[in-house]
T-cell receptor, first 117, second 114 residues
Framework: GAVVSQHPSRVICKSGTSVKIECRSL??????MFWYRQFPKQSLMLMAT?????????EQGVEKDKFLINHASLTLSTLTVTSAHPEDSSFYIC?????????????FGPGTRLLVL | GENVEQHPSTLSVQEGDSAVIKCTYS??????FPWYKQELGKGPQLIID?????GEKKDQRIAVTLNKTAKHFSLHITETQPEDSAVYFC?????????????FGQGTILTVHP
C-alpha cells in the first residue's frame, strides 16, 4: 500500500518551454502533497505544500509564478515549471500524506529528472 | 523553524557490522521522526518512523531510538548487507502551523563492503 507515482520519470526540454510533472497517490487519498527539489548529493528541499482544492503554500524563496502547483483531486497534484531555464534542471520529487487522522507519514514518488538545455 | 542536523555524512562498514546514524532537532514541538532510504536516482523510501510517545521502535534489523529531552534520535542497522548501501535521511515534523511539514537532515551515505 501507499504507492505514489510520478510522470514523467525523465524529461529534457529546451530553455523557455514549460514542463508539467504529475504526482499521483495510487492506493490512498492524499489530503496533502508536497513538492521537493533535490540537487546532486544534497538533501531534499521543500518547495511547496499542496492541499486538495486550495492554493499551494510556497516556501520562502520559491517563485510561485515559476512553479505552478495544482491539486485538483485527492489523488493528483501537478507541478508546472514555466519558462524553464538551465538552472531549473534538478530532481523533483513529490510526496503524499493520507487522510487517516493525525498520520503524518509522507510517501514519496520515484522522482522526475528535469534537464533544461 | 525546525533545524535537523545529521551525522556522519558518510559511513563505511563491513558486511555484518552494525551502522548507527544520529540526528538532532531543534523544535521541541516536533513529535514525529521518520527515516528514509534513498537509492541512486530514486525517491526516498520510508524505512521506519517513531513518534514522541515511545523511546524505541524495532523492525527486524532496523531500530530507531528517541531521546526527547536531549532532542536527538538515532537509526541502528544491525547485520548490515551490501544492499543496505544507500543514502539515509532523518527528518522531523514541525508543530504548530507547519503541521505535516518535514525538515530533513543532510543525509548519510552508507557503504557496506562485502
Amino acid at each position: 500500500g501507499a504507492v505514489v507515482s510520478q510522470h514523467p520519470s525523465r524529461v529534457i526540454c529546451k530553455s523557455g518551454t514549460s514542463v508539467k510533472i504529475e504526482c499521483r497517490s495510487l492506493d490512498f487519498q492524499a489530503t496533502t502533497m508536497f513538492w521537493y527539489r533535490q540537487f546532486p548529493k544534497q538533501s531534499l528541499m521543500l518547495m511547496a505544500t499542496s492541499n486538495e482544492g486550495s492554493k499551494a503554500t510556497y516556501e520562502q524563496g520559491v517563485e510561485k509564478d515559476k512553479f505552478l502547483i495544482n491539486h485538483a483531486s485527492l489523488t493528483l497534484s501537478t507541478l508546472t515549471v514555466t519558462s524553464a531555464h538551465p538552472e531549473d534542471s534538478s530532481f523533483y520529487i513529490c510526496s503524499a500524506r493520507g487522510l487517516a487522522g493525525a498520520d503524518e507519514t509522507q510517501y514519496f514518488g520515484p522522482g522526475t529528472r528535469l534537464l533544461v538545455l | 523553524g525546525e533545524n535537523v542536523e545529521q551525522h556522519p555524512s558518510t559511513l563505511s562498514v563491513q558486511e555484518g557490522d552494525s551502522a548507527v546514524i544520529k540526528c538532532t532537532y531543534s523544535d521541541s514541538a516536533s513529535n514525529y521522526f521518520p527515516w528514509y532510504k534513498q537509492e541512486l536516482g530514486k525517491g526516498p523510501q520510508l524505512i521506519i518512523d517513531i513518534r514522541s510517545n515511545v523511546g524505541e521502535k524495532k523492525d527486524q534489523r532496523i531500530a530507531v531510538t528517541l531521546n526527547k529531552t536531549a532532542k536527538h534520535f538515532s537509526l541502528h542497522i544491525t547485520e548490515t548487507q551490501p544492499e543496505d548501501s544507500a543514502v539515509y535521511f532523518c527528518a522531523a515534523n514541525a508543530g504548530g502551523t507547519s503541521y505535516g511539514k518535514l525538515t530533513f537532515g543532510q543525509g548519510t551515505i552508507l557503504t557496506v563492503h562485502p
